[in-house]
T-cell receptor
Framework: NAGVTQTPKFQVLKTGQSMTLQCAQDMNHEYMSWYRQDPGMGLRLIHYSVGAGITDQGEVPNGYNVSRSTTEDFPLRLLSAAPSQTSVYFC?????????FGPGTRLLVL | AQKITQTQPGMFVQEKEAVTLDCTYDTSDPSYGLFWYKQPSSGEMIFLIYQGSYDQQNATEGRYSLNFQKARKSANLVISASQLGDSAMYFCAMREGGRNNNDMRFGAGTRLTVKP
């Protein structure tokens, strides 16, 4: 049981590039979410999904897209990276309201 | 409006002593959940403890306990017998609504340093 996995661990992008952050969980949790963590601001919710085929926006959704075609996978897409998206990104899956986090992806946008 | 407030950016504690990390929250929903997570320097987020708004007793998990004062809207984390490995960032979080609502909001965190 690997829990929540994220790839890559670290990524450098140039402004305007696009990329997808991968997230997968093997706990059969219906709920998954993406957060970003910036210094001094804690974690902020970007997007979440309550099950396959269902997604919704969180607190800071602009510049990000998500899809949920399977229960296991919940990728986060940056359409056109901006320096303001430099952050650490955490994926989480949830069971009865408690969220379990992946190891994070550190993203640097130049 | 800020829903979760952690007023202590940093805290120091002597090894083997107890320490309290403060957390206050704001909600008008009668049903909510309160959580504490630990983030060591390696970066992962580790779930520590949960308190439901209707729970009659304060939650405890080993050396961690949650001092839940509903009327004051506070949910302080108490770590007893601090260990060097407790040095980390600690985040308080709240989920409004029942267990099926998974939208969680986090505080800014408190950095705890345990001194030998």
């Amino acid at each position: 049981n690997a829990g929540v996995t994220q790839t890559p661990k670290f990524q450098v992008l140039k402004t305007g590039q696009s990329m997808t952050l991968q997230c997968a969980q093997d706990m059969n949790h219906e709920y998954m979410s993406w957060y970003r963590q910036d210094p001094g601001m804690g974690l902020r919710l970007i997007h979440y999904s309550v099950g396959a085929g269902i997604t919704d926006q969180g607190e800071v959704p602009n510049g990000y897209n998500v899809s949920r075609s399977t229960t296991e996978d919940f990728p986060l897409r940056l359409l056109s990276a901006a320096p303001s998206q430099t952050s650490v990104y955490f994926c989480a899956s949830s069971w009865q309201g408690t969220q379990y986090f992946g190891p994070g992806t550190r993203l640097l946008v130049l | 409006a800020q829903k979760i407030t952690q007023t202590q950016p940093g805290m120091f504690v002597q090894e083997k002593e107890a320490v309290t990390l403060d957390c206050t929250y704001d909600t008008s929903d009668p049903s909510y959940g309160l959580f504490w997570y630990k983030q060591p320097s390696s970066g992962e987020m580790i779930f520590l403890i949960y308190q439901g708004s209707y729970d009659q007793q304060n939650a405890t998990e080993g050396r961690y306990s949650l001092n839940f004062q509903k009327a004051r809207k506070s949910a302080n984390l108490v770590i007893s017998a601090s260990q060097l490995g407790d040095s980390a960032m600690y985040f308080c979080a709240m989920r409004e609504g029942g267990r099926n609502n998974n939208d969680m909001r986090f505080g800014a965190g408190t950095r705890l340093t345990v001194k030998p």
